[in-house]
C-alpha cells in the first residue's frame, strides 16, 4: 500500500464524491485516471486492507426499525444457524461472544412485522424458540475515519 492508497482510502471514509463520476473525481484530487482508482480499490478489497465498501443509511429516517438480537446456540448447530441468520439481508452484523447468550445480531427491517417475520423464520428453520429482542431506542454511531 503506498501513499496513493493511503489517500483514496480516506477520501472513501469521509470525502467520497456525490457525482456521477466519483472515481474520476478521486482520480482528479490524486493524479489519477478513474480506472487506476477503481483498480486500486479492487486490489485493496482483494487483499483484506478494504473489508466493506458501501453507504451507511440513517435507517429510522428511511422509516426502518432496529434491534439487537441475542439467543443462545448450542455448539453443534452454530455453523448452520450463522448461515441461516447471515442469509438475511437485513441482519447487519453477527457475531459469537463468550457466555450466555452466545451468539448477537442486529436486524433493521423495513417494519416491525417485517422483522417479526425474521425472527419467526430464524426459530423454525434453527429450533431454537428462546430468542432475546431488544428493540432500538437510540442510535449509537461510532465514526472512525482510519489513517
Request: glycine fraction near 6%.
Amino acid at each position: 500500500m503506498d501513499d496513493k492508497d493511503r489517500e483514496i482510502i480516506r477520501l472513501l471514509q469521509g470525502d467520497f464524491p456525490l457525482t456521477p463520476e466519483p472515481y474520476r473525481a478521486i482520480g482528479d484530487k490524486l493524479w489519477l485516471d478513474e480506472m487506476s482508482v477503481i483498480s486500486r480499490i479492487a486490489k485493496l478489497i482483494q487483499t483484506g486492507v478494504i473489508r466493506h465498501f458501501g453507504p451507511f443509511f440513517d435507517s429510522r429516517k428511511l422509516g426502518y426499525t432496529g434491534a439487537l438480537i441475542a439467543m443462545e446456540v448450542p455448539e453443534h448447530k452454530l455453523e448452520d444457524v450463522i448461515d441461516l441468520v447471515n442469509s438475511y439481508d437485513e441482519i447487519t452484523h453477527n457475531y459469537l461472544r463468550d457466555g450466555k447468550p452466545n451468539m448477537w445480531f442486529t436486524v433493521i427491517a423495513r417494519d416491525a412485522a417485517r422483522r417479526d417475520q425474521i425472527l419467526d423464520e430464524i426459530r423454525a428453520n434453527s429450533g431454537i424458540q428462546d430468542i432475546l429482542v431488544f428493540p432500538s431506542r437510540r442510535l449509537f454511531k461510532v465514526r472512525v475515519d482510519l489513517d
